[in-house]
């Protein structure tokens, strides 16, 4: 099997043995895969494969066996390649009466041992050998006990034989004495067998040395217990740098690594004759006087060297340089920890989100409880509201009869307001948003704040420098910030401090991403901030929940805190709070900022109510509210048909019967829904108006908190005045544009002559009067524009305030007729930016209503009635 892997470099190299141990099927034996092995049989056969002098090694119970071609020189073909993985037994059974009992005193701990010119007969090449050998044993050792024995030896046959036949001459020598002349021979043939010998050694000697000195290994022998260098090869030179060595101890030659330990280690293995083997161990070596310190990390092996007797005469020093891959592995160790400390956070991001979620999914389904109870509740306060009021007139002059009405009336307000909350915290409540600057809407709270709060609360406001504005309904916002301070009030047991602070803030993903349904992007913060008890994490976790209070009971209706969060979804923006238990507590709301200039917002006094004698068709499913309805229509003189759904009233209204305006529940029982049904009768009466009403704003008729375009929306409860004032504005629209129509066929028939007459006055005629009129209603404008062309003015329409706020950029209006409600800015938004823009321009308020605004700036306007007809249009104009 190849192992080429980064994970098996400890057995590179090493020729011939290197190639077949990377290649030997290492699973099939007892040390399984190499990847698996100790690091101190890895780190021991990376020396033992990369040096040029004979070594071997047995590991474990089995003895398994491995060695390099240095030792392979002294092999036959009947061992090599087969020893290689093989059982020691199994291998060297010839001579295991020998090394056996050798080999087992090393792995019972009985220390290193060494063997001079020991006899150990073998089979090579087809027969018996003597062979005589100088070896040593040294235990392989890791953290549970001794694996292995490691072997260094040399092959001293060749001298061995020598020194026999050595001694063979000498006994010659000494026979043949007594003969003169043979021993001169003898001297002569023993002479120059020595000097052949010799030369043979010094021959074997030099290659050894060469050998030694090209390994790739740092190697060094240490003699004595000072540790003298006695031979260093140029791999340790590399190391050390080039310094003298040689016959110096080890503190002298390399003083630079005093004080890292490896004295300690030389003097621990001279001392107790026990192998050390080391790996990615750190040294910090000055290789020249002049050099900078450098680290490098070595795998290291100090191995004792026997005396014949038994006794540590030296050391030898073997290892490698491991830099490199210690600096890459600590590199890898970095980027893993980095790659953790990503996870982690990743795992705390999701896991806050994941909660915002949940809270933010738990907050949606309870909106969609309370929507619903609030629109079958508003429909009870309906029934008894209006009966209520039909019951004044019944009561008129009965002092305690009215009175009792009237604590009646209040219960309902209270009821209603409660009902407000909780479509505020479902999101459900049509809003009429404005530009606002929140510095100045606050401001105008303070006395209303204070009054609230009393007087043993102090208000600090703190407003940042250039606010921006933002949108908003600013009756909604109000109530929220009310219902905030109250709470801090409570909080603070009536005393205390209370601080409101605005600023322009940025919310950036990092901060969103933790949050439901919050985007990114620049907000105008307001945060009110308290000196009371602060709250639990407990608290906070369900702070927005509705209903949800830790007042006591009679207190609170816990709705203050979830119609605020309602408020803040319903307006694309966000709220938090922040509590700490005896520390008080803040809560912040973010509104999105715009661009647009600040709304001018206007109160409209109320004008008369009055009602009519037109036909109308309710639909309501609601029994009780149905009755209710009919009874206040007819007390105000209209005409009323009924239905309790929509197919029913769909099939009125098909009759062929005269119907002037379809007033619906917008949530009706049955396939057909309300606005469905809305689109079918105007297919069948185009002329035929239509007024929706509910407790319950759905998505039908409401987006992104908004009334759809062109829809009329009465939201219950409602008041009798509010109900006639809506259905005669609705009407009042539908007969103005009748009478519009009648005129311009009239005028139709004079189109010519008045063409003729108004020759001279041209379009681009300055003494021409110029009228910009603005309604929303498109056959109400197109039809009073070409009346008003056909009179002789020029005249140029606009469906809405922020249409009408562009054309006026040219300055060249000298009347602006608008209605009053609009989509967006109103009709007096519009008119007070219209006379900052055109100081001396006419304004004309054309309004249903019957009530006339009152311009901040006292600004005299003037009211024409809806429906009005040529004559009162006239007037108005020339007034």
């Known amino acids: 099997m190849s192992m080429a892997s980064s994970d098996l470099d400890f057995m590179n190299g090493g020729g011939e043995l290197g190639e077949l141990t990377r290649h030997h099927p290492w699973q099939h ?166 000097e052949e010998r010799v030369v043979t050694r010094s021959q074997e000697e030099q290659q050894l040395r060469s050998m030694f000195e090209q390994a790739p290994a740092f190697i060094a022998f240490l003699k004595g217990p000072t540790h003298i260098f006695e031979l260093v090869n140029s791999a340790y030179y590399k190391l050390v740098g080039h310094r003298n060595l040689i016959g110096r101890p080890v503190r002298q030659a390399l003083p630079d690594i005093e004080g890292q330990g490896f004295y300690e280690l030389l003097d621990s293995v001279y001392t107790s004759g026990q192998t050390f083997v080391g790996n990615s161990l750190q040294v910090v070596l000055q290789k020249s006087v002049d050099a900078e310190p450098e680290t490098a990390y070595v795998d290291l092996v100090y191995q004792p060297i026997f005396s014949e007797a038994g006794e540590v005469i030296g050391i030898f020093v073997l290892g490698s340089d491991v830099s490199a891959k210690k600096t890459a592995q600590d590199q890898v160790a970095v980027y893993q920890q980095q790659l953790e400390k990503m996870i982690a956070e990743g795992a705390t991001a999701l896991e806050e989100t994941q909660s915002a979620l949940r809270q933010a999914t738990k907050l949606e389904a309870i909106g969609k409880l309370t929507g619903g109870v609030a629109h079958d509740f508003n429909n009870i306060l309906q029934v008894i509201s209006g009966n209520l009021q039909l019951l004044t007139d019944n009561v008129s002059g009965n002092k305690e009869a009215e009175k009792r009405l009237s604590i009646a009336g209040q219960a309902v307000a209270r009821g209603a307001k409660l009902s407000s909350q909780l479509l505020s915290f479902a999101r459900r409540q049509p809003l009429q948003p404005a530009v606002l600057n929140l510095g100045r809407t606050v401001s105008k709270m303070d006395d209303m704040l204070r009054r609230s709060l009393g007087e043993e609360v102090e208000i600090e406001t703190i407003t940042a420098a250039g606010l921006w504005n933002t949108l908003a309904d600013p009756n909604q916002l109000e109530n929220v910030l009310l219902n905030i301070a109250i709470n801090a009030r409570d909080a603070m047991k009536g005393k205390g401090k209370l601080t409101i602070e605005m600023a322009n803030t940025l919310l950036d993903r990092q901060y969103t991403a933790r949050y439901e349904d919050v985007t990114p992007g620049e907000y105008v913060m307001i945060a009110v901030s308290d000196t009371g008890a602060g709250m639990s994490a407990e608290i906070q976790e369900r702070a927005f929940d509705p209903f949800f209070t830790t007042k006591a009971e009679g207190e609170g209706t816990g709705l203050g805190l979830s119609m605020a969060y309602g408020f803040a979804k319903q307006s694309a923006g966000h709220i938090n709070i922040y509590s700490e238990v005896g520390h008080g507590t803040t809560v912040r709301l973010y509104l999105p900022r715009v661009l647009a200039e600040e709304t001018q917002l206007q109160t409209i006094l109320p004008g008369p109510v009055s009602g009519g004698t037109e036909t109308i068709l309710v639909v309501e499913d609601d029994i009780s509210v149905q009755s209710t309805v009919v009874d206040m229509l007819r007390g105000l003189g209209y005409q009323v048909l009924k239905a309790s759904d929509a197919q029913s009233a769909l099939t009125i209204l098909k009759s062929g019967m005269h119907i002037d305006l379809l007033f619906t529940d917008v949530v009706m029982p049955g396939p057909l829904r309300s606005p469905e049904l809305a689109r079918l009768a105007k297919s069948h009466l185009p002329r035929l108006e239509i007024l929706f009403t509910s407790g319950y704003a759905q998505s039908a008729i409401v987006h992104g908190g908004r009334l759809d375009h062109g829809v009329e929306l009465l939201s219950k409860p409602y008041h009798r005045e509010d109900l006639a004032r809506k259905i005669r504005h609705i009407l009042a629209n539908r007969e103005q544009a009748d009478l519009l129509e009648a005129a311009s066929k009239e005028l139709q028939q004079k189109k010519t002559q008045l063409q003729q007459t108004q020759q001279g006055n041209h379009a681009d005629n300055p003494g021409m009067t110029s009228i910009l009129l603005v309604e929303d209603n498109e056959d109400l404008r197109n039809t009073a524009c070409d009346f008003l062309a056909m009179m002789g003015y020029q005249v140029q329409g606009a469906a809405s305030a922020e249409a009408a706020l562009t054309l006026l950029e040219s300055g060249r209006f000298d009347v602006l007729l608008t209605d009053i409600k609009l989509p967006g800015l109103s009709g007096t938004q519009l008119a007070e930016q219209a006379a900052e823009k055109i100081p001396g321009i006419r304004i004309i308020f054309a309004s249903g209503y019957g009530e006339k605004p009152k311009l901040s700036s006292g600004r005299e306007c003037t009211l024409l009635t809806k429906p009005y007809d040529l004559q009162q249009l006239q007037h108005a104009l020339k007034a």
């Not at 050798?102 to 220390?111: L, P, R, S």
């Not at 003597?130 to 044993?137: E, I, L, Q």
């Not at 001293?156 to 003169?180: C, F, G, K, P, Y």
């Not at 021993?183 to 020595?194: G, N, P, R, Y």
């Open 29 to 194: 034996t007892p040390l399984g895969l190499p990847q698996t092995w100790p690091e101190s049989l890895k780190t021991t056969l990376r020396l033992l494969l990369t040096s040029n002098h004979p070594m071997f090694i047995w590991w474990g119970q089995e003895l398994t066996q491995f060695y390099n071609d240095a030792y392979r020189q002294t092999m036959g073909p009947e061992r090599h390649p087969s020893a290689l993985g093989q059982p020691g037994r199994d291998c060297w059974g010839e001579i295991w009466d020998i090394i056996g009992p050798q080999i087992e005193d090393v792995m019972n701990g009985k220390g290193a041992t060494w063997h001079v010119d020991q006899l150990v007969p073998v089979t090579r090449h087809g027969k018996r050998e003597n062979v005589w050998w100088t070896y040593g044993y040294s235990p392989i050792a890791d953290e549970n006990g001794i694996q292995g024995v490691l072997v260094i030896c040399n092959d001293v046959t060749a001298a061995h034989q020598s020194r026999d036949e050595l001694e063979q001459l000498n006994r010659q020598l000494a026979e043949q004495i007594r003969e003169r002349e043979e021993a001169q021979t003898a001297l002569k043939v023993l002479v120059s067998t020595l």
